[in-house]
């Protein structure tokens, strides 16, 4: 299987290079050449537990990575989940049903991809002998999966920088409560995008860039969109037979990345009636499926602070496939949205879309009303999925973190302190944690004092 640049100005390359490489050179996102049709096997993949199923998955994809190496980083990827079914799909009543996708090691869904892009990093410094260091920004959720994926591997270090004060305490101490050698996690003092600002200013000094072996983290990673392929594949398996047809995935979305996923697997002939896109406040999405304008606004923070993102940096992949396959389309509409901040799609074809989006004040209210209902806590995120619910057919909302790790929110709602034994943990380890400014000079003094001694 070869992957190719949405913009197809660059050569296609393998699986392994497509994952070292992540962004394409041309500025486009690897996708497969051709999507490959799932019917043939779906009938021998019902029974497979989770990591089996994923291992299956990817020997479609990795077509040039050694299958022993697979099953290892497959394997690997899944054991620090904390619940047997790995992704446990809970029924609130028949026909709606909650996709638990928050029992890894930092309890958010992004543990499903970065678990696994770990292993596969470890697994490609090991065959090239190349050490990395991995250099990312985060709001939270990202950061902390990042670390957790490559805490403890031989031959990479990873640092990360967040926005001192603008994280929640438990996802602060999820970064710098590690007891890893290898993990930096630097707070800033300034923004999210002070501190994205100042990376792109490191990785933009190609020569230091080389030098420091510097390797990006981000939310665009090719085997990152594969890996959360396989819960959608996973989930529909564990549905009885009657409740199979006129099956929706309601999925709450930022950046395009987690329903992207799922209409893959639908192209791939997994069958899905259609994808609900549950946005917050920041409706970019919402806009665009309701009326076929892509428009950026500014960021509104909200209490899904995950999802608070305004540039869909997923969008481009499903724009291709929308686009026939076509990269000069992909690169004039692209370009247009860069130079106006918009694009009006003529013949937008929202395809098996349906979009909500939600209010802070619709979250808490979703949040009491399902607990009233079902005695069922949802986190903030997810809460967002249960506005406009479709009304028929069956329904699987994906829960993307546990609601233990935002307990102000929950508690506004229903007046209940939420906790969870992994986060309680943390308490106790002393946190490791760095301060700098958010320029890109003492970012690369700081990196080069640390890989060097
Ligand atoms: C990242 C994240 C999302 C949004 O996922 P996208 O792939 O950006 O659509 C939703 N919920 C939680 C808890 C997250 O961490």
Not at 63 to 86: E, G
Not at 305 to 318: H, T, V, Y
Request: glycine share 8%; with cysteine.
């Amino acid at each position: 299987m070869q992957y190719v640049s949405t913009r197809g100005q660059s050569d296609p390359l393998s699986f392994t290079k497509a994952v070292a490489t992540g962004l394409a050179p041309d500025g486009g996102l690897y996708v497969p050449m051709d999507l490959p049709d799932l019917r043939p096997f779906l009938k021998d993949w019902e029974g497979l537990g989770y990591a089996d199923l994923c291992e299956e998955f990817f020997k479609l994809f990795a077509t040039d990575l050694d299958p022993v190496v697979l099953k290892q980083c497959v394997r690997d990827a899944y054991l620090d989940f904390s619940h047997p079914d790995t992704a446990p799909l809970k029924t609130l009543e028949k026909g709606l049903h909650v996709l638990e996708l928050f029992h890894g090691p930092t309890l958010a869904f992004k543990d499903f991809a970065l678990q696994l892009l770990g292993n596969l990093y470890e697994a490609q410094i090991q065959r090239t002998g190349n050490p990395i260091n991995v250099l990312g920004a985060t709001s939270g959720d990202t950061g902390a999966a990042a670390i957790h994926g490559l805490l403890g591997k031989e031959g990479v270090n990873i640092f990360i920088l967040y926005p001192r004060g603008g994280v929640s305490a438990l996802q602060e101490r999820q970064m710098t409560c590690t007891r890893a050698d290898n993990v930096y996690a630097i707070g800033i003092d300034g923004t999210f995008d002070d501190a994205q600002n100042s990376i792109k200013e490191v990785f933009g000094d190609l020569e230091f860039r080389h030098s420091a072996h510097l390797s990006a983290v981000n939310s665009i990673n090719l085997a990152r969109v594969l890996a959360q392929c396989v819960y959608y594949i996973y989930a529909f398996f564990r549905l009885p037979e009657e409740e199979r047809e006129n099956l929706t995935f309601v999925v709450p979305t930022g950046n395009f990345g987690n329903v992207l996923a799922g209409w893959w697997t639908q192209k791939m002939g997994l069958p899905v009636k259609g994808f609900h896109i549950a946005t917050n406040q920041n409706d970019i999405l919402y806009r665009l499926f309701t009326t076929g304008k892509y428009e950026v606004h500014s960021v509104h923070p909200s209490s899904a602070p995950s999802m608070d993102i305004q540039i869909a940096s997923n969008f481009e992949r499903f724009l291709y496939f929308h686009e026939g396959q076509d990269p000069a389309r992909v690169r004039e509409i692209m370009s247009q949205f860069r130079d106006s901040g918009q694009y009006t799609f003529a013949d937008f074809n929202r395809d098996t879309f349906s979009a909500s989006r939600a209010t802070d004040a619709d979250i808490q209210a979703h949040i009491r009303d399902i607990h009233e209902q079902y005695g069922y806590v949802l986190d903030p995120h997810t809460a967002c999925g249960f506005q406009n619910l479709p009304e028929s057919g069956t329904r699987v909302v994906l829960g993307t973190a546990d609601p233990a790790k935002f307990p102000e929110t929950i508690e506004l709602s229903i007046g209940e302190h939420p906790k969870s034994p992994r986060l309680e943990e943390l308490k106790a380890i002393e946190p490791c944690s760095y301060v700098l400014e958010p320029d890109p000079e003492s970012v690369k003094k700081f990196i080069h004092e640390h890989i060097t001694s």
